[in-house]
């Protein structure tokens, strides 16, 4: 029995790692969603080197503006598009989202911290929230002087964002970028021996009432 029970368990990881690369459906050729609403908002760029500072300050100012009492339409749908497009690209969990523009999370990754800098910004004129966004405003430009990162630039530094465009990682691109490949392979690993554990205690349990 118990050899039976170890069996399971490559099927089931390989299993859960096909499942994450499906779960952008059928969008493996394609970052962009299809049929953009052309009602979406504007997102402005955001350079390589700034990604790098803003998304140690995400947390903070995600939780400000969720607090902004004074908002309006267009600073909630960016707002919300910001927390879709982080989800999209696995909450920034995937090494080398970030700083490494060959990653296939990276365009994504731009699509994120730029709404969240156009929130930050947004912040700024508003009377509540000035201060505090002030605040981030002013340590990230001091981060950004003492680590030398304003001049970074990547492939994606000129792209604009639309909230009615969601950006996918390049899925397809996974098995030729060795961090996302180890990391998402790593991943199904822990689900596929999660599950594994939860097949042996489950058991014991469906024996003992029959």
């Known amino acids: 029995m118990r050899r039976e029970r170890t069996g399971l368990f490559l099927p089931t990881t390989f299993a859960v790692i096909a499942c994450l690369f499906m779960i952008a459906g059928n969008c493996f050729a394609h970052s962009r969603s299809a049929g953009g609403n052309p009602t979406g908002l504007d997102i402005p760029e955001i350079s390589h080197g700034e990604m790098a500072v803003i998304s140690d300050y995400r947390r903070g100012i995600i939780d400000l503006a969720s607090r902004a009492v004074d908002t309006n339409e267009p600073f909630r749908r960016i707002l919300n598009y910001a927390e879709i497009q982080y989800s999209y690209c696995l909450w920034g969990r995937v090494p080398g989202s970030v700083t490494d523009e060959e990653s296939p999370f990276n365009e994504c990754a731009h ?47 000129g792209e604009a964002f639309n909230t009615a465009d969601i950006i996918k990682p390049r899925w397809s691109r996974i098995p030729l970028h060795p961090a996302s490949m180890a990391s998402l392979t790593g991943l199904a690993a822990l689900l596929g021996l999660a599950i594994l554990a939860l097949r042996r205690f489950l058991q014991p349990r469906a024996q003992s009432s029959e």
């Open 111 to 157: 699509a994120y911290l730029a709404a969240t800098k156009a929130v930050l910004m947004a912040m700024r004129e508003m009377p509540r929230e000035a201060p505090a966004a002030g605040e981030i405003i002013s340590a990230m430009d001091a981060d950004m002087v003492r680590r030398g990162l304003a001049l970074v630039t990547c492939q994606f530094s």
